[in-house]
């Protein structure tokens, strides 16, 4: 893959992107939470983003403006470490904040539960090994995207499916091509991600409930 076009798809799919990419689609591009006011999705949209994107971002280039860590792609583990813990807690936080707020039990508070999960098993897996975040992530969004579908097909998520896999098969070839992680690092990011979100997912909603 040409390096200039591995690093655009880096950055436009980056992990702290997806979920805003993701809440975007669920809630302008399909019925799930069509009960949902359109004030009501552009809200709970900018707090996802406002927590999963902007803070954490701000939160990574502070440190390296602090010179904690040599660069912004973090290519070693020890760069690593500090900024996933960090991030991990305020997605933890959101996720707690969702479910013991109105949104309790819902659809929409397991996919924030989900994502938050991944996020944190990323932050306690690269303590001692450097796995593919953009793996996981794009991973959780294929496997949340195919249990949303295995729930209810009236969903009509397939097209979605299809895309998020080919964006899938796009984002780990240009972390290889870029060096960025070996293909052992990019396969157990991808299991994390696609596995542990899908089954996640299927068990909040059948043993907990909606």
Not at 12 to 24: D, I, N, Q, V
Request: aromatic residues 14%; glycine residues 6%.
């Amino acid at each position: 893959m040409n390096p200039q076009l591995a690093k655009v798809l880096s950055y436009c799919f980056h992990p702290l992107l997806l979920p805003t990419w993701l809440f975007g689609l669920l809630f302008f591009r399909t019925p799930i939470f069509i009960e949902f006011t359109e004030k009501i999705r552009l809200y709970l949209w900018s707090l996802i983003t406002l927590c999963t994107l902007a803070i954490p971002a701000v939160m990574v280039i502070l440190l390296y403006k602090m010179q904690y860590i040599k660069s912004l792609e973090m290519r070693e583990v020890t760069e690593r470490r500090v900024p996933m813990l960090l991030t991990s807690t305020i997605y933890v936080a959101l996720a707690v904040l969702v479910e013991t707020g109105i949104f309790r039990g819902t659809i929409f508070s397991y996919i924030i539960i989900c994502i938050s999960f991944s996020v944190f098993i990323a932050s306690v897996i690269t303590l001692y090994y450097k796995i593919s975040v953009h793996a996981v992530g794009i991973g959780g969004m294929v496997g949340l995207l195919l249990a949303l579908q295995f729930l209810d097909f009236r969903y009509q998520l397939l097209y979605l499916v299809i895309g998020a896999v080919f964006a899938m098969g796009m984002i780990l070839s240009a972390r290889l091509s870029l060096a960025a992680h070996t293909p052992e690092e990019v396969w157990w990011g991808s299991i994390i991600g696609v596995v542990g979100n899908f089954s996640l997912l299927l068990t909040l909603v059948y043993w907990v409930g909606i």
